[in-house]
């Protein structure tokens, strides 16, 4: 089956821990993404990926860092230094960015205490 | 990118046809409409995009208006699984930049038995 597998679907850490979230693609996809959604909110673009060893700042990349040595990974690291890390974390690709559909995966909620 | 406007929610009958509107008024020559659903703690789906001809694909038809100012995405016989939130989007042509995929505040369809 193709498609996006994050994990965990659920994830509890306590302030102060870097955390990373996984996140992996078998469709061939150029692209990759990492959002975040708040509760009732729509989908903020923390990082993006448009190739292997390249990626871009999105909107709110403030504590969060990521890296992409394999087209099929593109790891999220949430570090102590993000302010307000519990949210719900979404991962997505494409085949390349622009006009086409981007494709998600189920989701990481991060709590953090 | 164009602003959307979608009613905040909706109902329909459980084997009916659901049809959501959105507006796109200020929409411009080269930016596509594109339709995504967000399950109730699930990553958003795509669905179907469009730029000035109806489409029709195996989940819905999307039938854009021929001023492009608005248009519907119609569910034909919607189920129970149906019930989301579906986001209307518009974003260009082409585009070197992730950025332009922003989800808005949706409409709540609720499918009811």
């Known amino acids: 089956d193709g498609g996006i597998t994050q994990s965990p679907k659920y994830l509890f850490r306590k302030e102060g821990q870097n955390v990373t979230l996984s996140c992996e693609q078998n469709?061939?996809?150029?692209?990759m993404y990492w959002y975040r959604q708040d509760p009732g909110q729509g989908l903020r673009l923390i990082y993006y990926?448009?190739?292997?060893?390249?990626?871009q700042k999105g909107d709110i990349a403030e504590g969060y860092s990521v890296s992409r040595e394999k087209k099929e990974s593109f790891p999220l690291t949430v570090t102590s230094a993000q302010k307000n890390p519990t949210a719900f974390y979404l991962c997505?690709?494409?085949?390349?960015?622009?006009?086409?559909?981007?494709?998600f995966g189920p989701g990481t909620r991060l709590t953090v205490t | 990118d164009a602003k959307t406007t979608q009613p905040p929610s909706m109902d329909c009958a459980e084997g009916r046809a659901a049809n959501l509107p959105c507006n796109h008024s200020?929409?411009?020559?080269?930016?596509?409409v594109y339709w995504y659903r967000q399950i109730h703690s699930q990553g958003p789906q795509y669905i179907i995009h469009g730029l000035k001809n109806n489409e029709t694909n195996e989940m819905a038809s999307l039938i854009i208006t021929e001023d492009r100012k608005s248009s519907t995405l119609i569910l034909p016989h919607a189920t129970l699984r149906d019930t989301a939130v579906y986001y209307c989007?518009?974003?260009?042509?082409?585009?070197?930049?992730?950025?332009?995929?922003?989800f808005g505040s949706g409409t709540q369809l609720t499918v009811l038995p």
């Open positions: 469709l061939n996809h150029d692209a």
């Open positions: 997505a690709s494409s085949i390349g960015t622009g006009r086409y559909e981007q494709y």
């Open positions: 989007i518009v974003r260009p042509l082409s585009s070197g930049s992730a950025r332009q995929l922003t």
């Open positions: 200020t929409i411009s020559g080269n930016e596509y």
């Open positions: 990926s448009q190739i292997v060893n390249d990626f």
